[in-house]
């Protein structure tokens, strides 16, 4: 996979906030190891989520832009599973979805069949799996045998669609194209990362990088 090369000073993230509000500027975060320095963007609200991917997710996603820059001339690997974001709020922690996770065919899908209505899980029982094309489908953890059980909310109901004769949801070109390169570099890359958190306020987010025991940990700043 070719890396993207960052512009400086995150301009690849004024570029994808072009069109919001210009007074309110989205919350950025730095941080640096022996390894990389790291510069990060956040969109918490459901209204700049769209600006940035021209979806919302369905409220159900944080999106991160992200521009790591490699120190010392030194090749790093750079992956999706080094990021966790955290809140301070409930302290949940979210590792990111891979495209296939949100849009792609053979994602689980958790159905409403009654009861109290379906909302994220917060234990930590078994991975967390996304929705599917048509509605983006809440997050939710699934049971250790890996299709609903215990896992599963009150009134839901999980199932794995094959997805053989599913036409390709148009979202996943998008999150495919903008997301952060899964590549090993010694040039600065940029892109995005989705988290399966919803309904939190950009002041309790923590984003936490750790690549094989470096660890990065950064607080997000608004600037007005």
């Known amino acids: 996979m070719h890396a993207k090369i960052a512009g400086p000073a995150l301009a690849f993230a ?9 007074n309110v500027k989205p919350a950025q975060a730095r941080g640096e190891n022996e390894s990389v320095v790291i510069n990060a963007t956040v969109y918490a609200k459901p209204d700049a989520v769209k600006q940035v ?19 010392f001339g030194k090749s790093v690997a750079i992956s999706r599973d080094d990021f966790v974001l955290k809140t301070d709020k409930d302290g949940e922690r979210s ?11 053979g ?3 958790v159905h409403q069949t009654g009861g109290s209505g379906a909302t994220p899980m917060r234990d930590n029982t078994g991975p967390i799996v996304g929705g599917y094309p048509g509605s983006i489908g809440q997050p939710h953890r699934i049971g250790g045998d890996g299709v609903g059980g215990a896992g ?6 999980a199932k794995v669609r094959t ?12 999150l495919r194209g903008k997301e952060l390169p899964q590549t090993k570099t010694d040039k600065p890359v940029s ?7 919803e309904k939190q306020k950009v002041k309790d987010l923590e984003l936490r990088y750790d690549m094989s025991g470096d660890k990065i940990v950064m607080r997000f700043h608004q600037e007005h």
């Not at 590792?95 to 065919?105: D, K, T, V």
């Not at 997805?163 to 998008?174: D, I, K, Q, W």
């Not at 892109?191 to 958190?197: A, E, Q, V």
């Open 14 to 22: 004024a570029i994808l906030a072009a069109g919001g509000n210009e």
């Open 53 to 71: 991917l021209g979806s919302d997710l369905d409220g159900h996603y944080i999106v991160i832009a992200l521009e790591v820059t490699p120190r």
């Open 95 to 105: 590792a990111p979805f891979a495209p296939s996770q949100i849009a792609g065919r």
């Open 107 to 109: 994602a689980m899908v």
């Open 152 to 157: 599963a909310p009150d009134g839901a109901e």
């Open 163 to 174: 997805g053989a004769h599913e036409a390709e949801n148009p979202l996943m070109a998008v």
């Open 191 to 197: 892109g995005l990362l989705y988290f399966p958190m």
